[in-house]
C-alpha cells in the first residue's frame, strides 16, 4: 500500500494560478502511474492529468496548455502546476497511484485537496 498526501489547495481568483503536490510513501520511481483526478459536487471523479513511471503523459482536453504535472524526485512528489485557473476548475482535487508491490497491484489515493476558484 502507498500512502499519499496532497497539498497545495485553497482558494484563488479567476486567471490565477495554484501548485499541488502529492507526497507518497514510496519512491515515486516505482509507481507506475501517478495521477491528479477531480471531483466537484454533484460530478463525477475524472482525471486530470497523469503521469507514467516512463515519462509518458496525459491532460484532460479543458485543461491542456494550462496545466502542468510533474515528478519531482528529490522531494519525492508529483506537482500538478495550475494556470489561468477558471470557475470550472473548483473541485476536490485527489492524487492517485498505481503501482505494483510484491506482485500485487496496488491502487491508492490520497485523501483530497479543496479548489477553490472564485472572485
Known sequence: QVQLVESGGGLVQ???SLRLSCAASRPISTLNMV???RQAPGQQRE???MTSSVGLTNYLDSVKGRFTISRDNAKNTVDLQMNNLEP?????YYCKS???ISGILSTDWGQGTQV???S
Not at 470550472?88 to 476536490?92: G, I, N, S
Request: aromatic share 10%; glycine share 16%; no cysteine.
Open 98 to 100: 498505481v503501482s505494483m
Open 35 to 37: 495521477g491528479w483526478f
Open 88 to 92: 470550472e476548475d473548483t473541485a476536490v
Open 14 to 16: 479567476p486567471g490565477g
Open 116 to 118: 477553490t476558484v472564485s
Open 47 to 49: 482525471l486530470v492529468a
